[in-house]
């Protein structure tokens, strides 16, 4: 996890918790510095869920003085739906926003109670920033930052639980901070541009794409796509805004 440096907070508690979301549990990653906490993160995995990739990385956003909470994204699926990624992207059409929206909510629930934190953001990748625009645009988060989020529901993914595109809900996000790869299929140029548009008159909205990075280039070391020094940079912009917001201009 060389891209995300760790930060000046030494001493860190990561545990796995249980949320409980209308008679459901949920599994989920809490990790909280020691002392009070400077903001809370709500962190959802991309699709293959939480794993220790994302405990490392929940201690690691730790360490730079947040509560973070990451809740496992297919629990309310069936084993056989999140057996392996391959499962999970074949059962992608059958998650349903109001349920992956308020597994994000009881998270944040988590840190504002056990952390005694105010501000509180989301961030995510692949999926989990597909689902990061969603909850941005809920009254739930104070800023939101989405790693190569899809703008529209890849067409293998649809079902009727997916009720709205993150495209036709942009324009009413918190600030949020959106990142892509200039190669990333998943999200192609257009949807970028049309997200540009939602933004326009948005200054506390803001898109950053690197080009020629693939889709998955900052969060996991082991993918051939990972790119290190724009990773780290990405980083350093996030962490700033779930901290203390998106820059003036």
Same mark, same amino acid.
């Given at each position: 996890m060389a891209a995300l440096r760790e930060?000046?907070? #030494?001493?860190?508690?990561?545990?796995? *918790?249980? !949320?409980?979301? =209308?008679? &459901?549990e949920v599994p989920a990653i809490h990790a909280r510095p020691d002392g009070m906490p400077v903001?809370?993160?709500?962190? #959802?995995?991309?699709?293959?869920?939480? *794993?220790? !990739?994302?405990? =490392?990385? &929940?201690?690691?956003?730790?360490?730079?003085?947040?509560?973070?909470?990451?809740p496992e994204p297919y629990a309310h699926q069936p084993p056989?739906?999140?057996?392996t990624v391959e499962d999970r992207l074949a059962h992608a059409k059958d998650l349903v926003d109001a349920v992956q929206l308020a597994d994000l909510d009881a998270a944040a629930n988590l840190l504002v109670v056990e952390d005694d934190v105010r501000r509180v953001s989301v961030l995510g990748f692949c999926i989990g920033g597909?689902?990061?625009?969603?909850?941005?645009?809920?009254?739930?988060?104070?800023?939101?930052?989405a790693f190569y989020g899809m703008l529209r529901t890849p067409q293998q993914w649809k079902g009727p639980g997916h009720e709205r595109e993150p495209l036709e809900v942009a324009a009413g996000v918190v600030p949020t901070l959106a990142v892509f790869g200039g190669a990333d299929p998943w999200t192609p140029a257009v949807d970028?541009?049309?997200?540009?548009?939602?933004?326009?008159?948005?200054?506390?909205?803001?898109?950053?794409?690197v080009e020629g990075a693939d889709h998955g280039f900052v969060h996991d070391p082991e993918r051939p796509a990972h790119r290190p020094d724009d990773a780290a940079r990405c980083w350093e912009r996030a962490l700033a805004w779930v901290t203390a917001g998106p820059p003036r201009r």
């Open positions: 930060g000046p907070v #030494h001493d860190v508690t990561v545990e796995a *918790r249980t !949320l409980v979301v =209308d008679g &459901a903001a809370g993160l709500v962190l #959802h995995p991309d699709i293959g869920g939480i *794993r220790p !990739l994302f405990e =490392d990385l &929940a201690r690691r956003l730790a360490t730079h003085g947040l509560a973070v909470c990451a056989e739906a999140r057996a597909y689902y990061t625009f969603k909850a941005a645009a809920t009254d739930r988060f104070d800023a939101a930052v970028i541009d049309a997200l540009r548009a939602a933004w326009r008159d948005r200054d506390d909205c803001e898109i950053v794409v």
